[in-house]
């Protein structure tokens, strides 16, 4: 059991029988009141984020997370298959409990697959992943109304904003975070 006082971003709790990570976190007192903590919280299966408010006097259980590096193989219906890097013992994972990472994942790529009482739960993406442009319009010279940017669609289906001399079959880096253009690789 871990105090709500000791969150820090990145810690794993268990609640309600789901595994979150803790995305931030904001101690509040009022004046006359007891202090509380206000929580941002990441489902680890679903993907979804929740607020919640805990009272300063609160535990609750911390999950323990283990991460393994495994390469991405390939996707069949909804099923996306990894292969550990030390053991080759394969992990399947379903686009429910990958979420919005299956616009980064390209066979071949690393990851670290989570795993929570020994099930693959989901995966962590590397900080910036390499991407083909397969779709974008002629950037104009001197249509630069909307602010130098273009929309343009990869190879694994993400529509992102580019600047406008990115053409078709450029190689761009994408921040997995956020999912913006961060520069020509």
């Not at 104009?140 to 130098?148: A, C, E, H, I, K």
């Amino acid at each position: 059991m871990i105090s709500v006082n000791d969150f820090y971003p990145g810690l794993t709790i268990e609640l309600d029988g789901e595994i979150y990570i803790v995305l931030e976190y904001q101690h509040v007192h009022m004046a006359q009141g007891q202090a509380t903590v206000r929580v941002k919280l990441k489902n680890l299966k679903t993907g979804n984020v929740i607020r919640k408010t805990f009272k300063s006097d609160e535990y609750v259980p911390q999950a323990f997370i283990n991460k393994r590096e495994a390469e991405y193989l390939y996707k069949q219906g909804d099923e996306y298959y990894f292969i550990d890097n030390e053991s080759f013992e394969q992990y399947v994972l379903t686009e429910e409990q990958l979420g919005e990472a299956i616009n980064y994942l390209k066979e071949g790529n690393t990851v670290s697959v989570l795993f929570y009482e020994g099930n693959p739960i989901g995966i962590e993406l590397p900080t910036t992943v390499v991407l083909e442009v397969v779709e974008t319009d002629p950037g104009l010279r001197g249509d630069t109304v909307s602010g130098g940017s273009k929309p343009a669609k990869l190879e694994t289906g993400l529509v992102i904003q580019v600047p406008l001399f990115i053409q078709i079959g450029d190689k761009v880096v994408v921040d997995t975070r956020y999912a913006k253009y961060v520069e020509r690789a």
